[in-house]
């Protein structure tokens, strides 16, 4: 069992920069591809970004290419998501996800575990 704790979402600026935190706990945190999936209001979650289990891989949705970037501390079992150059567009709920697959990563429905989320809020 994987338990995933997002941080650090809040109300900016268009243009201002956030970095959001998921700090995860249970069995080793190297072995799980991590990602981030969003969910605007009125639309369905999608996806962000992934950072497969070590060595696997970085990848972006096209909307936050340049702008974001995921990484991880495996010693601190966090995965970080900075967004930088922020759009109201970039308004939602943000949540982190936890999979074993290295395969498949960029789909909802890959993922075991989910954290409860952190609202991002972006005003023009």
């Known amino acids: 069992q994987v338990q995933l704790v997002e941080s650090g979402g809040g109300l900016v600026q268009t243009g201002d920069s956030l970095r959001l935190s998921c700090a995860a706990s249970?069995?080793?945190?190297?072995?799980?591809?991590m990602a981030w999936f969003r969910r605007a209001p009125g639309k369905e979650r999608e996806f962000v970004a992934v950072?497969?289990?070590?060595?696997?891989?970085?990848y972006y949705t096209d909307s936050v290419k340049g702008r974001f970037t995921i990484s991880r501390d495996n010693a601190k079992n966090t995965v970080y998501l900075q967004m930088n150059s922020l759009k109201p567009e970039d308004t939602a709920v943000y949540y982190c996800?936890?999979?074993?697959?290295?395969?498949?990563?960029?789909?909802?429905?890959?993922?075991?575990?989910w954290g409860q989320g952190t609202q991002v809020t972006v005003s023009s």
């Open positions: 950072i497969k289990r070590t060595g696997g891989g970085i």
């Open positions: 996800a936890a999979t074993g697959r290295t395969i498949g990563t960029m789909t909802e429905r890959s993922y075991d575990y």
């Open positions: 249970g069995r080793t945190f190297s072995s799980y591809s």
